[in-house]
């Protein structure tokens, strides 16, 4: 007969055994208290493995055609045949227990779990009752052998599920006939088997496979049992089983449906957390309408799933990102709660509570788990019913004054997500009190969001400004509206405040920036015993009668004009704008990026209106002192010009505040800068002329600005910015040829621009680039103005190499012949002479023509200087002459000779010419032009002229540099002309480098221009200095400190700021100790 006949509850265990485990409650045994006999047919069998597999499928049998009557006859009979109900109830309980061991055999382990799964299907059978088959301690017993799912998953995990041999510890046991001396002396000594627990039994993947199989089918059982006999009568087991169970929720959790579905048929489920989810709902809702007892144990053992921790004990966040499994298991467990409620209603209003604030409380302190968890809180709120979602909000309300920072950035996360939903809950309960239903309005979340931008806490105030630029951006028109009424007011229109104590419980005060000793509110978890008190801080006085305006109210807060831009007579209170900018001066770079973002929200919100302001700040921390901000600042500018190619305003803040990024000392800046200024303006060049959009209308608006005198130095910057490009080849090769294509167009200007920055730094070329350029000198040379011949002239200077020899000699005779006119423009007359030197260098021709040049300089310098030719029109053209031998000179400095060069010093030092023995100036026996000269009557643009001259010399003569030197710190003192003050500081400067004892002597005279009254030569020498500071040609010395320290705080704003950035971003890093010398 069934169960009488099973060969397992015939085996002989000792009567001693039997009796210990029957007496004890199932407890206290041991399983090693056999004798080697028994022993000995426990290992011969495998331990009952087919025994307990063919019992199996007799009670799946049973259960199938059994009817109660057939079920209760079998009962009777076990409980008639003498001890046969106590034999059979020992032999289970000794095998599960080796569940408990670690000392088992691959065939003890499916031996115990096979056991286990025969006792829950007895269960199943009715009428057990007569033999008191269910007993707690067995029962638990059997959902322990559950346990091992977990120790298989992870040998399964570790070695990738293949067919490589996992380990436990066990004693070996496959070979019967080798270690049967081994098991008996294992059952005559207890101390043995401690010995053998160390050793490893391998267990290969179809181990695995088949013992899994076992655990499924022993979970299986149980849910099919808990349907039957849901344990009403047994709270201790189960909360047991909803423990065990919810641990075994975070298994195989891509197996499962996302929709949970308790009609599935569990025979047919093989997903181990499916069916844990299963096994937890017959519990929690084996009453009508659920039972809140369950419900509240399942939720606190289902609340480590909404805090996807990781690790073995899983109380560790992730170090990188979410795991996706993790974050599949918190959907899962989101899914089966909103199941639950939804099936129970209003009965769980408590749980459902207490387990959004235990989560919200116990969240990880990482960006990515807020929000995690937060959307997790926001669809379990949704399904609240109204007086729980009022409670709800009233209590998140109040830890958005919680006295520990971690709350207050909860808070302000999950305003931020419930301010963006599209649709939020509406109250549809009449019987709920105004004040309390005020708390789910979307103006008090947004006033409550904006009482943490001015919180003490820099995360909680970042926190809270991320969320404030997520609002900005979201295109709900309800909440658009509500942000409208905080946009900055007009003074003779400020908001209405219905209560005088709104203003301090918004927290909007300048002086409350967080939750202080009256605000500050307790906050815990809510549960069925502290309901009250949970609502209720102790310290706080804040109450819904002293925080709200009423409705009638609030729709007329919002009816005011508008200015936008920063305020100063403002507080936080009286404005959004005012609020942000003053985030933007916080000391803490989070808090800085944080309001950068959302100023850039503002400028968006407002269309970009009269934001002129707001632009320059956002291009102003482009040189924070935080690398974080200037990426930030250098992305924000990128979006705005995006949206508004068109506004001027967006253009300028874009070129001044991302250009000058390029030379930053963190690569990652340069590397933004680089990318944004290649997706800009090198990727939209069309490669034909002839097409329009949007992006290439944008590059030559740009192009044009940099053209102009204002923004002439953002012209080097971009040439910095190809060279950069070129050689992390991000540059196009074909953009020359490109380019050339605009040079007819209404674009030719910006066209040549773009041409004279990016071909030095190319070193290939389109075919016909080259030649289009020459014959555009060529024939429209003489109508180009003088930038464009500048940029021309660049360009051919680099495509010299590549011209066609016929167009090198008509290009050099052309620059030779204007160049001897002397009627050239003097910014041209460089670019003219360098192109010229490389079209003889790539012709091969030598450098006489330099010889030429200056031999015709010094003959008319001479005849002015000590002939007759000397009248106001040979002097105007003396500045011509000048430049171009100083331009020249660099070429060949052989070519000038020592006349030339007392010529020049002439122009320079006045002269005092004294007759012999009188001291007297004899006027008579002097040139016109001397006499001028030492009197200081010649115009100021020669002698600026003589300066650029003589500083060119000096670079290639040596005796003439050290000469010069003290002549030109001498003009530093006396001089009253700004150009040649700065001429001067730059030759010194340039001069310092090749002969630094030279120049030492003279620093305090350079040191002393840093106070000059013209901010021209204020900046030219600080940044000169600086050069020189910064590769070690300088040291701190006497008043150098002080004087370039001063800087800081000049009047000149430009000045100031870019000594700030000197000293904190360059000086300081390299000379480390400057502050403590």
Same mark, same amino acid.
């Given at each position: 007969?069934?169960?009488?006949?099973?060969?397992?509850?015939?085996?002989?265990?000792?009567?001693?055994?039997?009796?210990?485990?029957?007496?004890?409650?199932?407890?206290?045994?041991?399983?090693?208290?056999?004798?080697?006999?028994?022993?000995?047919?426990?290992?011969?069998?495998?331990?009952?493995? &087919?025994?307990?597999?063919?019992?199996?499928?007799?009670?799946?049998?049973?259960?199938?055609?059994?009817?109660?009557e057939q079920c209760a006859n079998l009962w009777n009979s076990i409980a008639t045949?003498?001890?046969?109900?106590?034999?059979?109830?020992?032999?289970?309980?000794?095998?599960?227990?080796?569940?408990?061991?670690?000392?088992?055999?691959?065939?003890?382990?499916?031996?115990?779990?096979?056991?286990?799964?025969?006792?829950?299907?007895?269960?199943?059978?009715?009428?057990?009752?007569?033999?008191?088959?269910?007993?707690?301690?067995?029962?638990?017993?059997?959902?322990?052998?559950?346990?091992?799912?977990?120790?298989?998953?992870?040998?399964?995990?570790?070695?990738?599920?293949?067919?490589?041999?996992?380990?436990?510890?066990?004693?070996?046991?496959? %070979?019967?006939?080798?270690?049967?001396?081994?098991?008996?002396?294992?059952?005559?000594?207890?101390?043995?088997?401690?010995?053998?627990?160390?050793?490893?039994?391998?267990?290969?993947?179809?181990?695995?496979?088949?013992?899994?199989?076992?655990l499924v089918q022993l979970l299986q059982s149980l849910v099919m049992f808990l349907?039957?006999?849901?344990?009403?009568?047994?709270?201790?087991?189960?909360? *047991?089983?909803?423990?065990?169970?919810?641990?075994?929720?975070?298994?195989?959790?891509?197996?499962?449906?996302?929709?949970?579905?308790?009609?599935?048929?569990?025979?047919?489920?093989?997903?181990?957390?499916?069916?844990?989810?299963?096994?937890?709902?017959?519990?929690?809702?084996?009453?009508?309408?659920?039972?809140?007892?369950?419900?509240?144990?399942?939720?606190?053992?289902?609340?480590?799933?909404?805090?996807?921790?990781?690790?073995?004990?899983?109380?560790?966040?992730?170090?990188?990102?979410?795991?996706?499994?993790?974050?599949?298991?918190?959907?899962?467990?989101?899914?089966?709660?909103?199941?639950?409620?939804?099936?129970?209603?209003?009965?769980?209003?408590?749980?459902?509570?207490?387990?959004?604030?235990?989560?919200?409380?116990?969240?990880?302190?990482?960006?990515?788990?807020?929000?995690?968890? @937060?959307?997790?809180?926001?669809?379990?709120?949704?399904?609240?019913?109204?007086?729980?979602?009022?409670?709800?909000?009233?209590?998140?309300?109040?830890?958005?004054?919680?006295?520990?920072?971690?709350?207050?950035?909860?808070?302000?996360?999950?305003?931020?997500?419930?301010?963006?939903?599209?649709?939020?809950?509406?109250?549809?309960?009449?019987?709920?009190?105004?004040?309390?239903?005020?708390?789910?309005?979307?103006?008090?979340?947004?006033?409550?969001?904006?009482?943490?931008?001015?919180?003490?806490?820099?995360?909680?105030?970042?926190?809270?400004?991320?969320?404030?630029?997520?609002?900005?951006?979201?295109?709900?028109?309800?909440?658009?509206?509500?942000?409208?009424?905080?946009?900055?007011?007009?003074?003779?229109?400020?908001?209405?405040?219905?209560?005088?104590?709104?203003?301090?419980?918004?927290?909007?005060?300048?002086?409350?920036?967080?939750?202080?000793?009256?605000?500050?509110?307790?906050?815990?978890?809510?549960?069925?015993?502290?309901?009250?008190?949970?609502?209720?801080?102790?310290?706080?006085?804040?109450?819904?009668?002293?925080?709200?305006?009423?409705?009638?109210?609030?729709?007329?807060?919002?009816?005011?004009?508008?200015?936008?831009?920063?305020?100063?007579?403002?507080?936080?209170?009286?404005?959004?704008?005012?609020?942000?900018?003053?985030?933007?001066?916080?000391?803490?770079?989070?808090?800085?990026?944080?309001?950068?973002?959302?100023?850039?929200?503002?400028?968006?919100?407002?269309?970009?209106?009269?934001?002129?302001?707001?632009?320059?700040?956002?291009?102003?921390?482009?040189?924070?002192?935080?690398?974080?901000?200037?990426?930030?600042?250098?992305?924000?500018?990128?979006?705005?010009? %995006?949206?508004?190619?068109?506004?001027?305003?967006?253009? *300028?803040?874009?070129?001044?505040?991302?250009?000058?990024?390029?030379?930053?000392?963190?690569?990652?800046?340069?590397?933004?800068?680089?990318?944004?200024?290649?997706?800009?303006?090198?990727?939209?060049?069309?490669?034909?002329?002839?097409?329009?959009?949007?992006?290439?209308?944008?590059?030559?608006?740009?192009?044009?600005?940099?053209?102009?005198?204002?923004?002439?130095?953002?012209?080097?910057? *971009?040439?910095?910015?190809?060279?950069?490009?070129?050689?992390?080849?991000?540059?196009?090769?074909?953009?020359?040829?490109?380019?050339?294509?605009?040079?007819?167009?209404?674009?030719?200007?910006?066209?040549?621009?773009?041409?004279?920055?990016?071909?030095?730094?190319? @070193?290939?070329?389109?075919?016909?680039?080259?030649?289009?350029?020459?014959?555009?000198?060529?024939?429209?040379?003489?109508?180009?103005?003088?930038?464009?011949?500048?940029?021309?002239?660049?360009?051919?200077?680099?495509?010299?190499?590549?011209?066609?020899?016929?167009?090198?000699?008509?290009?050099?005779?052309? *620059?030779?012949?204007?160049?001897?006119?002397?009627?050239?423009?003097?910014?041209?007359?460089?670019?003219?002479?360098?192109?010229?030197?490389?079209?003889?260098?790539?012709?091969?021709?030598?450098?006489?023509?330099?010889?030429?040049?200056?031999?015709?300089?010094?003959?008319?310098?001479?005849?002015?200087?000590?002939?007759?030719?000397?009248?106001?029109?040979?002097?105007?053209?003396?500045?011509?002459?000048?430049?171009?031998?100083?331009?020249?000179?660099?070429?060949?400095?052989?070519?000038?000779?020592?006349?030339?060069? %007392? +010529?020049?010093?002439?122009?320079?030092?006045?002269?005092?010419?004294?007759?012999?023995?009188?001291?007297?100036?004899?006027?008579?026996?002097?040139?016109?032009?001397?006499?001028?000269?030492?009197?200081?009557?010649?115009?100021?643009?020669?002698?600026?002229?003589?300066?650029?001259? +003589?500083?060119?010399?000096?670079?290639?003569?040596?005796?003439?540099?050290?000469?010069?030197?003290?002549?030109?710190?001498?003009?530093? &003192?006396?001089?009253?002309?700004?150009?040649?003050?700065?001429?001067?500081?730059?030759?010194?400067?340039?001069?310092?480098?090749?002969?630094?004892?030279?120049?030492?002597?003279?620093?305090?005279?350079?040191?002393?221009?840093?106070?000059?009254?013209?901010?021209?030569?204020?900046?030219?020498?600080?940044?000169?200095?600086?050069?020189?500071?910064?590769?070690?040609?300088?040291?701190?010395?006497?008043?150098?400190?002080?004087?370039?320290?001063?800087?800081?705080? @000049?009047?000149?704003?430009?000045?100031?700021?870019?000594?700030?950035?000197?000293?904190?971003?360059?000086?300081?890093?390299?000379?480390?100790?400057?502050?403590?010398?």
């Amino acid at each position: 007969m069934l169960l009488i006949s099973a060969d397992v509850f015939n085996t002989s265990l000792p009567s001693e055994l039997v009796n210990t485990i029957w007496n004890g409650g199932f407890l206290d045994f041991d399983v090693c208290d056999i004798s080697a006999d028994v022993q000995d047919i426990l290992h011969d069998n495998f331990y009952f493995i &087919e025994s307990w597999k063919k019992l199996l499928q007799e009670l799946h049998s049973a259960l199938k055609d059994f009817s109660v009557e057939q079920c209760a006859n079998l009962w009777n009979s076990i409980a008639t045949n003498g001890d046969m109900g106590k034999q059979i109830m020992t032999t289970l309980a000794y095998f599960m227990d080796c569940c408990k061991q670690e000392t088992l055999t691959v065939y003890m382990k499916e031996s115990s779990i096979l056991a286990a799964n025969v006792y829950i299907t007895m269960l199943r059978l009715p009428g057990y009752t007569c033999i008191q088959l269910f007993h707690p301690t067995l029962f638990q017993k059997s959902i322990d052998a559950l346990k091992n799912i977990s120790l298989i998953e992870s040998i399964s995990a570790k070695h990738g599920g293949r067919s490589k041999h996992s380990k436990l510890s066990s004693s070996q046991g496959t %070979q019967k006939s080798s270690q049967s001396s081994q098991r008996r002396e294992a059952g005559r000594s207890q101390s043995s088997i401690l010995e053998d627990s160390h050793q490893e039994l391998e267990l290969s993947e179809p181990d695995i496979y088949k013992l899994r199989r076992h655990l499924v089918q022993l979970l299986q059982s149980l849910v099919m049992f808990l349907k039957i006999n849901p344990l009403k009568k047994e709270l201790h087991l189960s909360e *047991l089983v909803i423990a065990l169970l919810s641990t075994l929720t975070s298994i195989e959790p891509s197996s499962m449906p996302t929709a949970f579905d308790p009609e599935v048929v569990v025979s047919r489920v093989t997903s181990i957390a499916h069916l844990a989810y299963l096994g937890i709902h017959i519990i929690c809702m084996r009453n009508p309408g659920g039972s809140v007892a369950m419900i509240k144990c399942a939720f606190k053992s289902l609340e480590q799933n909404f805090l996807m921790l990781v690790g073995q004990k899983r109380d560790t966040p992730a170090t990188n990102t979410i795991p996706r499994d993790v974050v599949l298991i918190r959907d899962l467990t989101l899914a089966f709660v909103v199941h639950l409620v939804r099936e129970a209603k209003d009965s769980i209003k408590q749980p459902l509570q207490r387990l959004v604030s235990s989560v919200i409380l116990s969240a990880p302190d990482r960006s990515e788990y807020r929000v995690k968890i @937060s959307q997790a809180v926001l669809v379990i709120m949704e399904e609240m019913g109204d007086a729980a979602y009022c409670d709800m909000c009233k209590w998140l309300f109040q830890l958005s004054k919680y006295k520990k920072a971690s709350g207050r950035i909860m808070a302000a996360e999950i305003y931020g997500q419930m301010l963006v939903k599209k649709d939020l809950k509406k109250i549809s309960d009449t019987s709920i009190d105004l004040d309390l239903i005020n708390y789910t309005t979307r103006f008090v979340l947004l006033q409550a969001l904006l009482t943490r931008c001015s919180d003490k806490v820099p995360s909680v105030c970042a926190k809270s400004l991320s969320m404030l630029a997520l609002c900005l951006n979201c295109e709900e028109n309800e909440v658009k509206k509500y942000v409208r009424s905080f946009i900055t007011p007009r003074l003779h229109h400020r908001m209405l405040r219905p209560h005088t104590t709104m203003s301090r419980t918004s927290g909007f005060s300048v002086n409350s920036n967080g939750p202080n000793e009256s605000e500050a509110v307790r906050i815990h978890p809510i549960h069925s015993a502290q309901t009250t008190n949970a609502w209720t801080s102790e310290g706080s006085q804040l109450g819904p009668s002293s925080f709200f305006i009423p409705y009638s109210c609030t729709k007329s807060a919002t009816m005011f004009y508008l200015t936008r831009g920063f305020d100063i007579t403002l507080t936080d209170s009286d404005g959004l704008v005012s609020m942000v900018t003053r985030r933007m001066k916080s000391s803490r770079a989070v808090v800085r990026r944080s309001a950068l973002v959302v100023l850039e929200s503002i400028i968006i919100y407002n269309d970009c209106m009269e934001m002129s302001k707001e632009l320059g700040i956002i291009k102003e921390h482009c040189r924070d002192l935080a690398v974080p901000i200037r990426k930030q600042a250098i992305q924000s500018l990128a979006h705005l010009l %995006q949206l508004y190619p068109n506004n001027s305003d967006v253009l *300028l803040a874009w070129l001044t505040g991302v250009l000058p990024c390029h030379d930053d000392n963190e690569s990652s800046v340069q590397e933004k800068c680089w990318h944004s200024v290649k997706s800009v303006i090198f990727e939209n060049i069309p490669a034909s002329a002839g097409t329009s959009s949007a992006q290439e209308t944008l590059v030559w608006k740009l192009c044009s600005m940099v053209n102009t005198e204002k923004l002439s130095a953002l012209r080097n910057m *971009l040439h910095s910015i190809c060279v950069h490009l070129h050689k992390t080849c991000n540059l196009p090769t074909n953009i020359v040829h490109s380019l050339s294509q605009y040079i007819d167009t209404e674009h030719s200007k910006e066209a040549w621009m773009l041409l004279s920055i990016t071909c030095p730094v190319l @070193s290939t070329f389109g075919g016909s680039a080259s030649d289009i350029v020459a014959s555009q000198w060529l024939e429209n040379s003489s109508n180009m103005d003088q930038s464009v011949k500048m940029f021309v002239l660049t360009t051919i200077t680099s495509l010299a190499r590549h011209m066609s020899s016929s167009n090198r000699n008509k290009i050099i005779r052309h *620059l030779i012949t204007e160049l001897k006119t002397y009627r050239v423009s003097l910014s041209t007359i460089k670019y003219m002479v360098v192109a010229l030197s490389q079209l003889m260098e790539a012709e091969g021709s030598d450098s006489s023509w330099v010889k030429d040049m200056a031999t015709e300089i010094e003959t008319f310098l001479s005849d002015i200087i000590y002939g007759d030719q000397y009248d106001e029109q040979y002097v105007s053209k003396m500045p011509h002459y000048l430049i171009t031998l100083g331009e020249v000179c660099l070429h060949n400095p052989i070519a000038v000779s020592n006349k030339l060069i %007392q +010529i020049v010093q002439c122009l320079l030092i006045t002269p005092k010419v004294q007759e012999k023995g009188t001291g007297v100036l004899d006027e008579r026996k002097q040139p016109k032009f001397i006499s001028d000269l030492a009197e200081g009557l010649l115009p100021a643009y020669l002698r600026r002229a003589t300066v650029h001259c +003589i500083g060119q010399m000096c670079l290639q003569h040596e005796q003439l540099a050290k000469q010069t030197i003290p002549v030109l710190a001498r003009e530093l &003192e006396l001089s009253t002309d700004s150009v040649i003050k700065k001429t001067a500081v730059t030759i010194i400067c340039d001069l310092c480098k090749l002969y630094t004892n030279a120049v030492g002597p003279y620093i305090s005279s350079i040191s002393s221009c840093l106070k000059d009254k013209d901010p021209g030569v204020n900046k030219t020498t600080f940044i000169s200095l600086t050069r020189l500071l910064q590769e070690d040609f300088l040291k701190w010395r006497g008043s150098l400190f002080y004087r370039f320290i001063s800087c800081i705080v @000049s009047e000149d704003v430009y000045v100031a700021e870019l000594a700030k950035v000197t000293f904190i971003h360059e000086l300081s890093k390299r000379h480390k100790g400057m502050y403590t010398r």
